[in-house]
């Protein structure tokens, strides 16, 4: 109900787009999010976007470099990620996320499989 897709490996300073297609279920009237997560720590917030009117939230350590987006149309959500660096390497996950507003919008509730990025010096 949530595909992530779009990781790979890519050498510091390079990009990547990550695309995640949503069940309708899921997906209308939902604010939307991005987690990470590396062998042996917590899940990580990234960023998260509001159902309309594109209110965005990042984690500070990818502000400047990522940016979510959504298409509403095609229920997809995006992260594009620019500049990356070797400690961007993680599992990215997906989810909807209990609100457009923090705190709640670092909260996932449903969950897609993860796609794995890869960052080399």
């Known amino acids: 109900q949530l595909q992530a897709s779009g990781g790979g490996s890519v050498q510091s300073g390079g990009s990547l787009r990550l695309s995640c297609a949503v069940s309708k279920a899921i997906f209308g009237g939902n604010a939307m999010g991005w987690f990470r997560q590396t062998p042996g720590k917590e899940r990580e917030f990234v960023a998260s976007?509001?159902?309309?009117?594109?209110?965005?939230h990042y984690a500070d350590s990818v502000k400047g470099r990522f940016t979510i987006s959504r298409d509403n149309a095609k229920n997809m959500v995006y992260l594009q990620m620019n500049s990356l660096k070797p400690e961007d390497t993680a599992v990215y996950y997906c989810a909807k996320v209990r609100s457009y507003r923090p705190p709640l919008n670092t909260v996932g509730d449903r969950w897609g499989q993860g796609t794995q990025v890869t960052v080399s010096s």
């Open positions: 976007i509001s159902w309309s009117h594109g209110i965005t």
